[in-house]
């Protein structure tokens, strides 16, 4: 099993909706999860950091984290063909040293 | 700016080469990491140093070997490169152990 695991996509949603990320993750220990955005050959930038049960918004996105359920996802609303790239899920390990990271899920977010 | 440097950007070489890939941290961050992407995009961790002490050392082979002279700096060197070891390598760092991490910019290593 993965440890942190993501539907490869790609995920294709219109200009204007909303397009939903998912994300499960198989260390009971993690304590803090994170959404990145990565464009075609750049680098990993952060979109949002989420430490707690529950929803974290910012701006047009929303991240919510079910421990519980071992699950993290982001939401976007009113998409725009610039949001499209892919989004790497990650979590940090129970002992906090390492950033374990999904595979990534391709958003096309069509004009 | 207050950034996550790394050089060089590209990388073309042979088979059998030796190379390297210098990052430099000016965030006052302990803790440095190098990461592999792969053609799929996968992020794989390497190795991490916190404070210039190795503390991630992953199922790396021994052809490569990190290096931090200080707590700003982590190098990799890579000896007798093979075809495999075409990928994206990534620096980052944190603050915390919490903290989310600060990616460089890549470097693209293309083997041949």
């Given amino acids: 099993q993965k440890e942190v695991e993501q539907n490869s996509g790609p995920l294709s949603v219109p200009e204007g909706a909303i397009a939903s990320l998912n994300c499960t993750y198989s260390d009971r220990g993690s304590q803090s999860f994170f959404w990145y955005r990565q464009y075609s050959g750049k680098s990993p930038e952060l979109i949002m950091s989420i430490y707690s049960n529950g929803d974290k918004e910012d701006g047009r996105f929303t991240a919510q984290l079910n421990k519980a359920s071992q699950y993290v996802s982001l939401l976007i609303r009113d998409s725009q063909p610039s949001d499209s790239a892919t989004y790497l899920c990650a979590a940090i390990n129970t002992g906090g040293f390492k950033t374990i990271f999904g595979a990534g899920t391709r958003l096309f977010v069509k004009a | ?112």
């Fill in chain 2, 1 to 112: 700016d207050t950034a996550v440097s790394q050089t060089p950007k590209y990388l073309v070489t042979q088979m059998g080469n030796d190379k390297s890939i210098k990052c430099e941290q000016n965030l006052g961050h302990d803790t440095m990491y190098w990461y592999k992407q792969d053609s799929k995009k996968f992020l794989k961790i390497m190795f991490s140093y916190n404070n210039k002490e190795l503390i991630i050392n992953e199922t790396v082979p021994n052809r490569f070997s990190p290096k931090s002279p200080d707590k700003a700096h982590l190098n990799l060197h890579i000896n007798s490169l093979e075809l495999g070891d075409s990928a994206v390598y990534f620096c980052a760092s944190r603050e915390l152990n919490n903290s989310p991490l600060h990616f460089g910019n890549g470097t693209r290593l293309t083997v041949t």
